[in-house]
């Protein structure tokens, strides 16, 4: 570890979140996922859990939808086809869009 690596700030949780969604907003493939189910949690945050297929691996994620996805709260019914942004190196790395 570098001296000035000592001091530098530690990125909180939702700084990375920005970087991550930015990264596969700037590089990511397009996907497309079915949703779910989505429930609220203790904070009032509504999660979205969804599944997607990559190169014939089947996965399940959770994502906490920002203030504009939850205006379209309808389009994350169960059952729906939903657009996604996903790493291709690292597909377990993805959000709905």
């Given at each position: 570890m570098s001296f000035l690596?000592?001091?530098r700030r530690k990125k909180s949780k939702e700084d990375l979140?920005?970087?991550r969604?930015?990264?596969l907003l700037r590089a990511g493939r397009v996907g497309e996922a079915t949703a779910l189910g989505a429930d609220e949690d203790g904070d009032g945050n509504l999660i979205l859990s969804y599944s997607y297929t990559i190169g014939g691996v089947d996965y399940q994620a959770?994502?906490?939808l920002d203030s504009e996805q939850r205006?379209?709260?309808n389009d994350y019914?169960?059952?729906a086809q939903v657009a996604l942004r996903y790493d291709p190196h690292?597909?377990?790395n993805?959000?709905?869009v």
């Open positions: 690596a000592r001091f979140e920005v970087v969604r930015a990264l959770f994502q906490k205006l379209r709260e019914l169960p059952g690292r597909p377990v993805s959000f709905v």
